[in-house]
């Protein structure tokens, strides 16, 4: 079975512009979660999506934004970047709803602000 | 709100002698708890999790950790370090809020150097 995978792998955006990142999970799975991991906050918990609906959400401001296809994809969106998002942001899946089950991460996305 | 701690940023130990990277927490509650490590240039991957029944709970790669409730610990453990095993570990813990959201809350991760 194919890993979760995310594209892009390294991005480069500007304060104010907005970003897209993407997450196929494992075949068969339905979770997705996303995490915001950086230096000084470490792994921080976005929101986890569930059959194409938001079950759990963290404590992030509304520019941080996700969705499911009925396919499982998820992409995740931030609007007006900020130099504090600049970060590695993850993304898992999981074959049950609910992040306290095993979730299997994917490599990451490198997002830079400039 | 439920929290983790880490208590190490470094564990260092030598090939071949066992290791015990720590964590303690703090929950209302029964205590869902968690292990990932973070390779080089990798994602997490998931290695055990306590729920409920013994509290010794065996997991991926050799590794095994312990719960203790008296002392709020669930500490990582392994009888025999590879260099391989060299990596950043998280220990997790759930956490329910808003009563009607749930996530994992991540201690600030401990690097792991196992020395040949």
């Known amino acids: 079975k194919a890993g979760v995978t995310q594209t892009p792998r390294y991005l480069i955006k500007t304060r104010g512009q907005q970003v897209t990142l993407s997450c196929s999970p494992i075949s068969g799975h339905r979770s997705v979660s996303w995490y915001q991991q950086t230096p000084g906050q470490g792994l921080q918990f976005l929101f986890e999506?569930?059959?194409?609906?938001?079950?759990n959400k963290g404590n992030f401001p509304g520019r941080f934004s996700g969705r499911q296809f009925s396919n499982s994809r998820s992409e995740m969106n931030v609007s007006t970047l900020e130099l504090g998002d600049s970060a590695l942001y993850l993304c898992?899946?999981?074959?049950?709803?609910?992040?306290?089950?095993?979730?299997?991460f994917g490599p990451g996305t490198r997002l830079t602000v400039l | 709100a439920q929290s983790v701690a880490q208590p190490e940023d470094q564990v260092n130990v030598a090939e071949g002698n066992p290791l015990t990277v720590k964590c303690t927490y703090s929950v209302s509650g029964n205590p869902y708890l968690f292990w990932y490590v973070q390779y080089p240039n990798r994602g997490l991957q998931f290695l055990l999790k306590?729920?409920?029944?013994?509290?010794l709970v065996k997991g991926s790669y050799g590794f095994e950790a312990e719960f203790n409730k008296s002392q709020t610990s669930f500490h990582l453990k392994k009888p025999s370090a590879l260099v391989s095993d060299s990596a950043l570990y998280f220990c997790a813990v759930r956490d329910i809020w808003k009563t009607s959201y749930d996530k994992v809350i991540f201690g600030p991760g401990t690097s792991l150097s196992v020395i040949p």
């Open positions: 306590y729920i409920t029944g013994d509290n």
């Open positions: 999506y569930f059959s194409e609906t938001q079950r």
């Open positions: 898992a899946s999981s074959s049950l709803a609910g992040v306290y089950n095993e979730q299997f």
